[in-house]
């Protein structure tokens, strides 16, 4: 289960952020995690010239509910065969290498946000879904891919639904909206001024709130009814956000959207092959109208 994973994922997502102390835990554990997950909190903090209450403490900033959590989740990554991990391209460097490393990091982004994932919290954000009046999605950047994918989604299941990367336009829909609604925030460092101020409006109004960002504490997240979460990564030279996020971002969408698909199986078939009736229609009187126009040209 992803829940039983993801301990040396989150531990590198957040290590840059937490109190010197906790960092020193954090650091111990990822260069001895075999021996951390032996070990109790008393002897992880004498380990890591630390505190057995600063070990508790890392487990709380890093979102666990205790220490047997950390360590079952270490032990998780541990039972996993190791990748090759994050890998830069080189100058000049021979495109089968860059189409190898693009591929390897591509794989493991996707490997790190699964292991990140919340099981509780996607069931909840499923369930939000399926019972909305309808669904704003929001972002900014790279981030308004996902944010137009997930439109073209759920427009396909007959879910009225919306993807904003103006912030007037954007704006003005959230202020028709309220209990029965869904807003969602996408913003990879979860710090974007814009999905902040969107989403804060959205629970004046009642909105139900769901925010798509990099795993840790940040505006969005906190503001956000729900929390999913995509792995940081550790972003290469040409690794911007505009590519693992966005991968990231796009993979959680598809898990959202199976997941509800899978929940409303019936209504989602129906829609889905009525809407693929509907484009093989156009495409038909295309073909028939080429076909004619070129006898023409013919004759």
Do not use: W
């Amino acid at each position: 289960m992803s829940q039983m994973k993801g301990g040396l994922v989150i531990l590198n997502d957040m290590i840059n952020s937490l109190p010197p102390s906790e960092q020193k835990i954090a650091n111990y554990i990822l260069l001895h995690p075999e021996d951390s997950i032996l070990l109790t909190a008393l002897q992880l903090g004498e380990k890591s010239e630390t505190s057995s209450a600063a070990v508790i403490r890392l487990c709380k900033s890093l979102g666990f509910n205790g220490f047997q959590e950390l360590k079952l989740r270490v032990a998780g990554d541990l039972r996993v065969n190791e990748s090759g991990g994050y890998r830069d391209i080189e100058p000049n460097e021979e495109y089968a290498k860059i189409i190898e490393k693009v591929n390897t990091n591509t794989i493991q982004t996707l490997k790190d946000t699964v292991d990140i994932l919340n099981m509780d919290q996607i069931k909840e954000a499923v369930q939000l879904l399926i019972r909305a009046r309808s669904i704003l999605f929001v972002g900014f950047g790279a981030s308004y891919i996902a944010a137009k994918d997930a439109e073209q989604k759920f427009l396909r299941v007959n879910k009225q639904v919306h993807s904003f990367s103006d912030l007037h336009m954007a704006a003005t829909a959230i202020a028709n909206k309220g209990s029965e609604d869904v807003v969602i925030g996408i913003s990879f460092s979860g710090d974007t001024f814009e999905v902040t101020k969107l989403l804060e409006m959205a629970n004046n109004n009642n909105c139900n709130t769901i925010s798509i960002t990099k795993y840790g504490n940040s505006s969005v997240a906190s503001i956000a009814d729900t929390n999913l979460y995509i792995s940081a990564a550790k972003e290469a030279t040409f690794r911007s956000g505009a590519t693992a996020s966005r991968i990231a971002q796009l993979h959680l969408i598809d898990v959202l959207f199976m997941c509800y698909a899978s929940e409303e199986y019936d209504k989602t078939v129906e829609r889905l092959d009525s809407t693929r009736e509907a484009l093989s229609s156009f495409k038909q009187q295309f073909d028939t109208k080429r076909k004619i126009k070129i006898k023409r040209d013919k004759g």
